[in-house]
């Protein structure tokens, strides 16, 4: 069974970087799929922030292109997040999960299956 | 940016009633659509893929359907724990958008 689980820092001043990280258990990430990043502001929606494939190959929100860079460690089994310059509209809940599915070809990013529990990021000083 | 409008934004409902909630692309995006589930604290759970393809594990009151532009997601015999917020996600086009959420109260 695929597990995924956030850890980072909760609690980051404005303008500085926002750095989290995504552990995969059960699935090998060099083996395949996509793996994102979704947020959820406090009472809020969801916003995708990007994915990655297994092979480094990223998509971002072009809303968010220009702080975000995302990238996947094979060794560790694990996908990083990190958003830059952040303001306290970044105060959010963020997300990782796997994305979509593989045939015995490629992989396709569609849905999100599963979530890891969240974890909550504050931007304050 | 294909927007996700979704319909209604609230919901009240009887045990046992039907809900239907709907979700309109504001372009075609095919059967692109997914439909997620989220309770209170909790991350969201994915309850149907592909506009109508069902989920393993996911009860089989939940079902979806529609393409094109105009998606709907169909609570047969709602229950007690299915109150939660209800979101669509197109993954057509980039950047992947999600609808604002339905939520559904159980009176």
């Known amino acids: 069974q695929v597990q995924l689980q956030e850890s980072g820092p909760g609690l980051v001043k404005p303008s500085e970087t926002l750095s989290l990280t995504c552990a995969v258990s059960g699935y090998s990430i060099s083996s395949g799929y996509y793996w994102g990043w979704i947020r959820q502001p406090p009472g809020k929606g969801l916003e995708w922030i990007g994915s990655?494939?297994?092979?480094?190959?990223?998509y971002y929100n072009p809303s968010l292109k220009s702080r975000v860079t995302i990238s996947v460690d094979t060794s560790k089994n694990q996908f990083s997040l990190k958003l830059s310059s952040v303001t306290a509209a970044d105060t959010a809940v963020y997300y990782c999960?796997?994305?979509?599915?593989?045939?015995?070809?490629?992989?396709?990013?569609?849905?999100?299956?599963?979530w890891g529990q969240g974890t909550l990021v504050t931007v304050s000083s | 940016e294909i927007v996700l409008t979704q319909s209604p934004d609230f919901q009240s409902v009887t045990p046992k009633e039907k809900v239907t909630i709907t979700c309109r692309a504001s372009?075609?995006?095919?059967?692109?659509l997914h439909w997620y589930q989220q309770k209170p604290d909790q991350s969201p759970k994915l309850l149907i893929k592909?506009?109508?393809q069902s989920i393993s594990g996911v009860p089989s009151r939940f079902s979806g359907s529609g393409s094109g532009t105009d998606f709907t997601l169909t609570i047969n015999s709602l229950e007690a724990e299915d109150a939660a917020t209800y979101y669509c996600h197109q993954s057509s086009s980039l950047p992947q958008t999600f609808g604002q959420g339905t939520k559904v109260e159980i009176k």
């Open positions: 990655i494939y297994h092979s480094g190959s990223t």
């Open positions: 999960a796997r994305q979509g599915y593989c045939s015995s070809t490629s992989c396709y990013a569609e849905w999100f299956d599963p």
């Open positions: 372009q075609s995006i095919g059967s692109s």
């Open positions: 592909y506009a109508s």
